[in-house]
């Protein structure tokens, strides 16, 4: 498969003036027409028998548990990503962290509250190189089915937790959020990251997840694919910077 370029610049114009007409050649290519499959643990069953782009989850449904067959799921896709569950679930939870990365002090639950984002990247990330399963894109699955604190700023510190894990394990790593913008607003109080997004739309119609790509983003970054769901979760390619960070 051929790395996807994009041909900026003024272009070429070629003037046929014998036929009247001129040809402008366009300052970027088409992106892939291929369908892009998202799949993890509620999957299990099924038997993706060959998928030519998708995304997997390392984790199953909640972060610090595995996705048991995620080495299944991969096999079957020739180009792929990953993504992870997050979370925050609270002080009792994090205080098994306190001593790394940093070394938290017992009520400084924001600092508790980032060791825990980073060591669950690091569950994640290790659980999936066992498995000889790497991607330099990762995604962070933000969604309010996930325990989270009624303060944002406990929220926030664990997904900058995950994201500094990611960016400091993985070579080149490229990191994304996926979520519902309704839900990002009520977990993150609207925290404008920067990130690439992949925009959930809860629909089965294709034109809404084409849609997605046209809108401003959750976090202020730029919109990479729109999910929708037709049976099984598809995403359509906003950006080819999904392309160009999986191969």
């Not at 088409?30 to 509620?42: A, G």
Request: hydrophobic share 40%; net charge negative; charged share 10%.
């Amino acid at each position: 498969m051929q790395r996807l370029k994009w041909r900026g610049g003024a272009g070429i114009v070629v003037a046929l003036i014998a036929l009247g007409c001129c040809l402008v050649l366009p300052s970027k290519p088409p992106l892939p027409i291929d369908k892009i499959i998202d799949i993890s643990w509620p999957n299990c069953s099924l038997n993706i028998v060959s998928a030519q782009w998708g995304i997997v989850g390392t984790t199953g449904g909640l972060d610090l548990r595995p996705n048991k067959c995620l080495v299944s799921e991969v096999v079957g896709i020739h180009h792929y990503s990953l993504y992870m569950n997050t979370g925050y679930p609270g002080i009792s939870y994090a205080e098994k962290f306190a001593k790394s990365p940093w070394s938290c002090r017992t009520l400084d639950e924001a600092c508790l509250a980032y060791n825990y984002g980073y060591n669950a990247s690091l569950y994640a990330i290790n659980y999936a190189s066992l498995n000889d399963i790497h991607s330099n894109l990762w995604w962070l699955d933000v969604e309010t089915d996930n325990s989270w604190s009624s303060f944002s700023a406990l929220n926030r510190a664990s997904l900058q937790g995950s994201i500094d894990a990611i960016r400091h394990t993985v070579i080149l790593a490229s990191v994304g959020i996926y979520s519902y913008p309704s839900q990002w607003q009520t977990i993150t109080d609207n925290w404008h990251n920067g990130l690439p997004a992949w925009v959930a739309t809860g629909s089965s119609d294709f034109s809404a997840a084409s849609l997605a790509c046209s809108g401003l983003s959750f976090n202020g970054g730029q919109v990479w694919l729109g999910q929708y769901t037709s049976g099984l979760d598809y995403d359509y390619p906003c950006s080819p910077h999904f392309f160009q960070a999986i191969l």
